[in-house]
């Protein structure tokens, strides 16, 4: 049985989410059933997260407000979803296929999303419970950052890093994971204009990784609930559970780095993480 800080999480409804999730990313369902299996997930997300807290839990103060959160997160995604499959059910015979693919295009995209904020939730219920596991490794963290800069689309993102930089201690998927958090949230409170930058840096003994941009900056009040789960900050985006920064700032530190930021309120933000080198250090060559 899995545990949400002290809190039992009934199996069986992990095990909806997860092979909800699973029937609807298949191939080979047809639209409808995979619309049918983000729904489900959905509904199971929203009776996972609708149990009293207990106290001392990693959730806000009260149950209203966390269901309130997590039913917004889901909203759009599944009014997308719906209106696709409505008109696809209604129109089917009079839909040219260009506007068939665009359909279930918006629907497909919408199942990520929520897909995205069911495996941040049973993250975090992980980290609650005290039951993450962390690899321990020797991570290329000049090509993580690099491969994730690439992965994201519709922002500017400028990569720059010292000569020799020592592989790091610590697990692949997860480090590849606080960077792109990071950069997500940074490309979310940037100006439309300006440019995100990442760059690596060596330390005594490690690596520091910087993701800079120019933007709202972090008001002085909201800055001590920053890594909050969940939290409801003024400057960010209407859509933003507050969860990436949590759970970038678990993960580090599982790891055994540290993590932080600088910020000019208004201006601009800078957060960054450091991780120790890898106990056998791999200097990678300046890339071009």
Do not use: C
């Not at 095990?15 to 080979?28: D, E, H, K, N």
């Not at 690596?207 to 008001?219: K, L, P, Q, S």
């Not at 990436?244 to 910020?263: C, N, P, Q, R, W």
């Amino acid at each position: 049985m899995a545990r949400w800080g002290s809190r039992a999480v009934d199996g069986s409804i992990v095990g909806g989410l997860v092979l909800s999730f699973i029937f609807a990313a298949r191939p080979r369902t047809n639209f409808l059933g995979r619309a049918l299996g983000v729904a489900t997930a959905a509904a199971a997300g929203v009776r996972l997260l609708g149990r009293p807290p207990a106290a001392g839990e990693l959730s806000p103060a009260n149950n209203s407000t966390l269901v309130s959160v997590v039913a917004h997160e889901i909203r759009a995604p599944l009014a997308a979803i719906r209106g696709a499959v409505a008109l696809l059910d209604e129109h089917d015979a009079t839909l040219e296929a260009t506007r068939r693919v665009e359909l279930m295009h918006v629907a497909l995209d919408a199942t990520k999303q929520l897909g995205h904020l069911v495996d941040d939730l049973l993250l975090i219920s992980r980290i609650a419970g005290r039951r993450l596991a962390v690899e321990r490794s020797a991570v290329d963290l000049v090509a993580v950052v690099h491969d994730a800069a690439n992965a994201e689309i519709g922002h500017a993102i400028a990569v720059v890093e010292q000569d020799g930089v020592p592989h790091v201690s610590g697990d692949p998927l997860r480090v590849r994971q606080v960077v792109t958090n990071l950069l997500s949230n940074a490309v979310a409170n940037a100006t439309e204009a300006s440019i995100v930058l990442a760059s690596i840096t060596r330390q005594d003994d490690g690596v520091r990784v910087t993701i800079y941009n120019e933007g709202r900056g972090i008001a002085p009040e909201e800055q001590s609930r920053l890594f909050l789960p969940f939290a409801s900050l003024s400057e960010r985006r209407v859509d933003s559970t507050g969860l990436g920064l949590y759970i970038a700032k678990e993960l580090v530190e599982a790891m055994g780095g540290t993590i932080g930021f600088d910020s000019q309120p208004g201006r601009n933000a800078a957060f960054w993480f450091s991780l120790k080198a890898a106990a056998t250090p791999n200097a990678h060559p300046k890339l071009r």
